[in-house]
């Protein structure tokens, strides 16, 4: 009878912590399992976890902070961003977590970081998290400028720089963190979401430009810069699956290069080479024919090297002094579309990866489209508007009336209606 009331109320806590912070989730929630050295994990709607709940409670249970459009956790599938989130790991600095909570709310909170909507402590560490006003995959950049912000101002207490992907699972209140057989326990502090707008205008240094040039402050031009490069590498992936998408996932012969690339920008991404591998890996599995795997961790080596690279200064130092970009790979768009055939069919379902043509289409379009906004009508519409006008002004001299009365009733000069009059001629 105990065990059955010890088990009704951890799956009281662990649907109690999911149903508040996925409140009217839109997507996929991953539910995972640490077992035999990786994650074992499912994918679950909203109204469906509370029926196999049961099933996942136990040792070393975790849950996706945000939700996916497809099921598959995947930063390129995420579908709404539902959180912020900081993995505390102070123990590894000794700190007590009740001292460390204690500290946040006298020095941090309200000031320099918003204040949580909960914290868990995981058995051993802690984790913050801030509930969002669900937002589209699109703002993933700056989602991840704001993460990233929040990682640095916890680092003193042990925040984990490589825990910030969108992707990322915490775990689950209810269950147990095996490694210290210690309980997880969630601390709910209050149900505000907070808009993700809002927290990177109150407290994160400013992202205009203009405003980069008015300030020197070291901080402003990190966050410009950061936003800048998380914005490019998303779109990279997510122009790589979109191509693997549009030929149906039959990339033989594409395979080495698209797993090495997909590796690459995913370690930049995500500054997690163990989170990166697994992605490839996860990829390959999507072809048709899919690589070995030990094919694809040696085929795409290099990739983790050359991040590596990137985040070194002196390597960075020399290849500056060598004429390139940085170190790490620089690949042009060109040489993109050369390795990958990318047509341009398949250049127009692209965000980045483009060539000059359609860069030009683009610049046509969006020029237009400013043009209308504007109260520029389209060429087309123009002639026709003028032909009713001359139309019209025919008529009225046909009916005896003057240039003048003319144009008094059209709205135009009378040479402008002369002009009309004998062009029809």
């Known amino acids: 009878m105990a065990d059955n009331t010890l088990a009704a109320v951890s799956e009281h806590t662990a649907l109690e912590h999911i149903l508040k912070h996925h409140a009217g989730a839109d ?29 996942w409670l136990g040792d070393d249970v975790y849950f996706s902070q945000n939700t996916f459009y497809r099921p598959s956790r995947k930063i390129e599938y995420i579908r709404q961003l539902r959180a912020l989130y900081v993995d505390v790991d102070c123990y590894l600095l000794n700190f007590d977590p009740e001292w460390v ?27 913050l998290v ?36 969108a992707a990322r699972i915490l775990r689950m209140g209810g269950t147990v963190n095996s490694k210290s057989n210690e309980p997880v326990l969630v601390q709910y502090r209050h149900e505000y979401r907070y808009q ?72 930049c991404f995500l500054a997690d080479t163990e989170e990166a591998l697994q992605g490839t890996l996860e990829l390959n599995e999507q072809f048709t024919e899919p690589l070995p795997e030990r094919e694809v961790v040696r085929a795409t080596k290099s990739a983790e090297k050359a991040f590596y690279a990137k985040s070194n200064p002196e390597a960075n130092r020399i290849a500056k002094e060598k004429g390139y970009p940085g170190a790490g790979y620089n690949v042009r768009n060109a040489k993109l579309i050369e390795w990958l055939d990318i047509s341009e069919d398949e250049e127009v379902h692209m965000q980045t990866i483009i060539g000059r043509n359609e860069k030009r289409r683009r610049d046509r379009e969006s020029t237009m489209k400013q043009r209308r906004e504007q109260g520029v009508r389209p060429r087309d519409e123009y002639i026709a508007e003028a032909e009713k006008r001359r139309q019209e002004a ?9 240039y003048r009365a003319i144009g008094s009733e059209l709205g135009i000069s009378h040479t402008q209606v002369s002009r009309l009059i004998n062009s029809s001629n």
Request: with cysteine.
């Open 27 to 55: 997507g996929w929630i991953t539910l995972a399992r640490w077992e035999g050295g990786r994650y074992k994990q499912y994918h679950y709607r909203l109204e469906e976890i509370a029926v196999v709940l049961s099933e």
């Open 101 to 127: 909570i204690g500290s946040m709310e006298t020095g941090l909170f309200r000031d320099k970081l918003p204040d949580p909507n909960i914290i868990i402590h995981s058995g051993r560490g802690i984790a």
């Open 130 to 165: 801030w509930f969002l006003e669900p937002v589209p995959a699109k703002a993933l950049p700056l989602w991840q400028a704001v993460e990233n912000y929040l990682v640095r101002q916890l680092s003193s207490f042990g925040g984990d720089a490589k825990a910030t992907d």
């Open 196 to 267: 993700l707008r809002d927290i990177e205008r109150e407290y994160l240094p400013p992202l205009s430009p203009k405003k980069l040039r008015e300030q020197v402050d070291a901080e402003a031009k990190v966050h410009h810069k950061m936003y800048k490069v998380y914005s490019l590498h998303y779109t990279r992936l997510t122009d790589l699956v979109k191509l693997c998408e549009l030929r149906e996932w039959n990339v033989t012969g594409h395979r080495e290069v698209i797993l090495f690339l997909y590796r690459y920008w995913s370690c």
């Open 394 to 402: 025919v008529r009225l001299r046909e009916q005896g009336k003057s």
